[in-house]
């Protein structure tokens, strides 16, 4: 089955890279506060009400549940062996279809000047370039990311010198200000925060997350 995923600029070109074979997005809804564990991901059965008022197994679907049974969502990335189509920024000419992740920051005013990138949200299935197929899916807390998996997410390493070795965070950042982190994790951090502590899931509020490990086919 293929279901659309977002990625960024920068996160499109990690992809193309080979650095990033790991995204972490936020479950939706949140379990509630009382939840400690989480089962799953896993094809189940989850309970609903049939017209009679009667508590009845519903159809089944892959995702993650709690112990009572209270509260349980199906997971909006498919399983092991579906395939994700990219989404990215993009624009289309009558020369076919541009990706703004091929262009450098400082070509992009030069190139196809009367042209505006469109927003990866309107991309067309049939824009599509970039699928990847999952690989694996599982559950965790934002802050339970390991040192490894940050540099998963596509977080990169620069080094310029013994005493001025950093990872690099260049999605928030200007060209030539990139923001310099002792480890991945940090990194990642100022990344996710970014992205997502605006709707209130910042890193600091540790929520649950997917976490899709994937590979470029």
């Known amino acids: 089955m293929e279901r659309p995923i977002i990625f960024s600029t920068e996160m499109v070109r990690a992809i193309l890279e080979g650095r990033k074979t790991q995204t972490r997005r936020v479950i939706k809804p949140q379990p509630p506060n009382y939840v400690d564990k989480i089962y799953g991901p896993e094809i189940y059965e989850p309970a609903i009400i049939n017209k009679d008022g009667e508590l009845v197994p519903g159809k089944p679907v892959y995702g993650v549940y709690d112990e009572w049974g209270e509260w349980g969502v199906k997971c909006p990335?498919?399983?092991?062996?579906?395939?994700l189509w990219v989404r990215e920024t993009w624009i289309k000419d009558a020369a076919g279809y541009h990706y703004r992740a091929n262009f450098n920051p400082g070509m992009e005013e030069t190139v196809k000047p009367?042209?505006?990138w469109r927003p990866s949200i309107h991309m067309p299935r049939e824009?599509?370039?970039l699928f990847l197929r999952v690989k694996n899916v599982r559950v965790e807390r934002l802050q339970d990311i390991s040192e490894q998996d940050a540099i998963a997410?596509?977080?990169?390493?620069?080094?310029?010198?013994p005493l001025h070795a950093h990872y690099l965070d260049k999605n928030i950042c200007?060209?030539?200000?990139w923001l310099n982190f002792t480890t991945a994790r940090e990194a990642f951090a100022s990344l996710w925060d970014s992205i997502?502590?605006?709707n209130g899931y910042g890193w600091d509020v540790?929520?649950?997350v997917w976490v899709i490990e994937f590979e470029l086919v």
């Open 196 to 198: 997502n502590a605006k």
């Open 206 to 208: 540790n929520p649950w």
């Open 153 to 161: 997410e596509g977080i990169e390493w620069t080094e310029e010198g």
């Open 77 to 83: 990335y498919g399983q092991p062996g579906d395939i």
């Open 127 to 129: 824009a599509s370039r």
């Open 174 to 177: 200007k060209t030539g200000a």
């Open 114 to 116: 009367t042209l505006r």
